[in-house]
């Protein structure tokens, strides 16, 4: 069954309207009704006096001590009679109903107090999150406190296409939903809270059907991340047993929070690649490797920079158009990033320009790393999978200047030095600013015999 068919009775709107319902009209102190009161007392003395006088009159008229005892006797029964139906009783149902509405404000009171120290524990614990897999633990410990039954969370890939269980009730195995994509479960696509009481009901979600623990009930919360229902809070129990407001409430604030703080952090790492990297290559940009190289000397790592520059690369976008050259720049980056190390830094330094970090290297084991790199490019150049181009290419070590952006600049002028030398080239920095020529980079033989790159300036 849908959430609204389980929904608590709502709570009344404020505490002026709580007293003014009419088990409490007895208790109105105003004048009009003190008024009212009084005629229904006196009303209900007289009608008690003639009902006293007519059975005086008829069993006790006599003038003896007994029969004025038994008059007066008879007048205080019917009017202790007339007293509490006009006035003791409905003053004690309006008691025993206001102890009622106290006693369920004070529920209501403790239930929000209670859900105000859960929201508050929620958001100090996923402030601290620094990543989904952060936030997910903190959901898993959640969903122990909030439901005492199997629970799980399950949100989508970055594909949004298909839903995985990320978290799990603390001590609890999961239900092990089977809904394989977002909008394959009713409560992501209708973006709202859904209760189901039992799996067997033609009602129920298709789910929960045929389960290998048998029929059971369960809540299925939604969770949104920036605006979009991305996966879901879902727990079972046995059937009948629906999760009380309480709890379902709790998993509520629990959905909110998680959403919300993944979506901070989702937010906030794209934020920081777009800050990081290059929008067209995705390598580092030359600020973040600044960064990274700054790392390096507080950790006092020893390493090698490589300066590449694609040869005739102005001559390329000239002849072939701009989507051309970025497509070279693209296939180049690709395979720069899988010619290299894990442990390498690979940026696009500018334009056709690219600087390769190669940490713990000398320039001797960098060489051979860049001729991997320009064996590579040869290979997927006679494939047909990038544009006709080489690459020159200059080396220096960290050991040639004290400061990064000196050790760039002499990479830098040996790259120029490779270029005038006739490209398609390393050459390896020295200290004294000359380049020491490591030699062309290798030729590539085809079918018609050897190949050799083009060396026409540009």
Known sequence: MDSDENAAPPVPAGEPDRWKRDEFRVLDDSFANMLIQMLLAMAGMFVAFVIADWVNTRWFSGDGATAYLARGLTFCLFGSLSIYVTSARPIRQALLAEADAITAHEATLQAQAERHRLVGRLQSAFDMAESDHDAFVVVGEALATVADVPAEMLLADSSRAHLRRVAVASGHGGPSCGVETPWGCPAVRKSRTLAFGDSRELDACPRLKDRPGGPCSALCVPVTVLGTPMGVLHLTGTVGDAPDGHTRDGLEALAEHAGSRIGILRAMAASELQATTDPLTGLLNRR??????????????????????????????????????????????????????????????????????????????????????????????????????????????????????????????????????????????EAAGAGSDGGDLPEVVTADGVWAFPTAAG
């Open 288 to 429: 973040s490797l600044e960064a990274e190289l700054s790392r390096l000397r507080d950790r006092e790592t020893s390493y090698a920079i490589a300066f590449l520059d694609l040869d005739h690369f102005k001559d390329l976008n000239d002849t072939y158009g701009h989507e051309t050259g970025d497509r070279a720049l693209r296939a180049f980056a690709r395979l720069l990033r899988q010619s290299v190390r894990d442990t390498d830094l690979v940026c696009r330094y500018g334009g056709e320009e690219f600087v390769v970090v190669f940490p713990g290297s000398t320039m001797e084991e960098t060489e051979a790393l860049i001729g991997r790199v320009s064996r590579s490019l040869a290979e997927a150049v006679l494939g047909g999978d990038v544009p006709s181009f080489t690459i020159s290419v200059g080396i220096a070590e960290a050991t040639l200047a004290s400061d990064a952006a000196e050790v760039i600049r002499s990479a830098d002028e040996a790259m120029f030095m490779a270029k005038e030398a006739g490209r398609n080239r390393i050459v390896l920095a």
